[in-house]
């Protein structure tokens, strides 16, 4: 059983929202703090949000502070990022992780372009 399945990614005019969703399966997902990390071709994987255990604390990378909210829904096991007023530079597969590392997504591509 695949514990994180990344949707929501696809293509977008720069300016345009998209919403990530992550369902989670076979672990505790309540128990854990979740993050989002994006990784662009030729570049290294560079940890974009994260949230706490219960959504108490989100915290945001410079680049994506103001446009991307994370969020999660613990009753569906859920994992969200909200991406708004996005740039081509945000053009990456999105995975999310367990704030541990111990759980991985297969991940979404978003490509932003005109």
């Known amino acids: 059983e695949v514990p994180l399945v990344e949707s929501g990614g696809g293509l977008v005019q720069p300016g345009g929202s998209l919403k990530l969703s992550c369902a989670a399966a076979g672990f505790q997902f309540s128990l854990y703090g979740m993050k989002w990390v994006r990784q662009a071709p030729g570049k290294g994987r560079e940890w974009v949000s994260s949230?706490?255990?219960?959504?108490?604390?989100?915290t945001y990378a410079d680049f994506v502070k103001g446009r991307f909210t994370i969020s999660r829904d613990d009753v569906k096991n859920t994992l969200y990022l909200q991406m708004d007023s996005l740039k081509t530079e945000d053009s990456a597969v999105y995975y999310c992780?367990?704030?541990?590392?111990?759980?991985w997504g297969q991940g979404t591509q978003v490509t932003v372009s005109s």
């Open positions: 949230i706490s255990f219960g959504g108490g604390i989100t």
């Open positions: 992780v367990s704030s541990n590392d111990k759980y």
